[in-house]
């Protein structure tokens, strides 16, 4: 499972994402970012859609809620890589609606003699990149369209092993133009659902501050004080 991660660049964030993502300026402008240290479920945050072969950043809120879910209904974070074509509550939007979710780390908790602690998890190089997400519109109470998403967990890799079972799909940036493309095969969509490789990657243990959902602070990056934090045999 995937349920916290971060799009913590403090300096130009926008003009990175523009940069990274090729959005278009028109639809871009408008969109107010902060640096995220905690993105956690339920919250809104900024994906990539393409619309007529345009790119746009969005709001969204994390929790996919499908068109015939029960008003109530527990949101979903997350969609597995082996059933996300055809579970009934991610296949539509598995075929027709792709995203990409902007950031530049994620967090796993890892069970240790001291309770769980979280770990956050980077490319090598500290950069941005997309995970591969899904959505669905939701009306709201006021009849607003609301874009809902989840994020596609995949196996995980040597490293994130250590620590969890799972791990989001992450886009390598050939992959993310054919993720954003209507007419890309499932059988494509598909194969792009693996690991990232581990050796792009680098991890530390964090503040278990990080638990609480309400704490949004640079000093979550903090390493942690101790090396003793990971899975016990």
Known sequence: MCGRYTLAKKEKLKEL??????????????????????????????????????????????????????PGSKPLINARAETVATNGAFRDAFKSRRCLVPADGFYEWATTPMGKVPHHFTLKDDGLFAFAGIWEPMTTTDGAKVPTLSLITTTPNEMVATVHNRMPVILTPEREAAWLDGSTPPETLTSFLTPYPADRMKERAVSTRLNSAKVDSPDLLEPAASEEFRLES
Do not use: C
């Open 17 to 70: 994402l523009q940069g990274r993502f090729q959005i278009d300026f028109d639809e871009f402008s408008h969109i107010r970012l902060v640096p995220r240290f905690n993105v956690a479920p339920t919250q809104q945050v900024p994906v990539v859609l393409q619309e007529d072969g345009r790119r746009k950043l969005t709001p969204a809120r994390w929790g996919l809620v499908p068109f015939w879910a029960k």
